[in-house]
């Protein structure tokens, strides 16, 4: 069964430095979505590609957030500077349409700032 | 913008139903999903509706939509330890193209 990828699963970084993850969506998903999940609450959205433009990053803090998908298919997700408040889990998801498409999750990056 | 409240928590005894809710604000909202979240993992799609439809089973799973209340619920039948998770409602509608999610409802079952 074809699954969203995310890489590393873990990480601990301190403040002030640089941080990426990465994702591969299921094969042939044209819509990918990168949400932050701070513990205790649902998944807030950063980012949606529509293959590989910008949907939509009006929640994304764009001093310190940056995100792509140059080819369409994978995506990096980067911080710099990393601050204290930026410890969460960041899902990747992708979904073959937008609107009411199911969307698949990956098992997401668990980030540490310290 | 949407609103989409749940309780925090709920505790079950194994093999009895469990029922977990979820309100909504935006009578626009077009489909309605539920989400299993098990520690340190992704969000699993475990089942959805459509907003013209009452109801929807799927095999342990039943959906009920009440459209006038603006409730949402998620049943489950026998329920197992296996189910013990957090389970997020989540909504689209009203222009936007974007699931809102609930807190989650934390489910814990005891034998």
């Known amino acids: 069964e074809a699954e969203v990828a995310q890489s590393p699963r873990y990480k601990i970084t301190e403040k002030s430095q640089a941080v990426a993850f990465w994702c591969d969506p299921i094969s042939g998903h044209a819509t990918l979505y990168w949400y932050r999940q701070i513990l205790g609450q649902g998944p807030e959205l950063l980012v949606q590609f529509q293959d590989e433009s910008v949907v939509d990053d009006s929640q994304l803090p764009k001093d310190r957030f940056s995100a792509e998908r140059l080819k369409g298919v994978d995506s990096t997700l980067k911080i710099q500077p990393a601050e204290l408040g930026d410890s969460a889990m960041y899902l990747c998801?992708?979904?073959?349409?937008?609107?009411?498409?199911?969307?698949?999750f990956g098992p997401g990056t668990r980030l540490t700032v310290t | 913008g949407e609103d989409v409240e749940q309780s925090l928590f709920l505790s079950v005894r194994e093999g009895d139903s469990s029922v977990i809710n979820c309100t909504y604000t935006d009578s626009s909202s077009t489909y309605l999903y539920w989400y299993k979240q098990e520690p340190g993992a992704g969000l699993q799609l475990l089942t959805y509706i459509f907003s013209n439809m009452d109801m929807k089973q799927d095999q342990r799973l039943t959906v009920l939509l009440n459209k006038k209340d603006k409730h949402l619920s998620l049943r489950i039948a026998d329920t197992q330890t296996g189910d013990s998770a957090i389970y997020f409602c989540a909504l689209v509608g009203g222009g936007s193209y974007i699931p809102t999610f609930g807190r989650g409802t934390s489910l814990i079952v005891h034998p």
């Open positions: 998801a992708s979904s073959s349409g937008t609107g009411g498409y199911e969307q698949y």
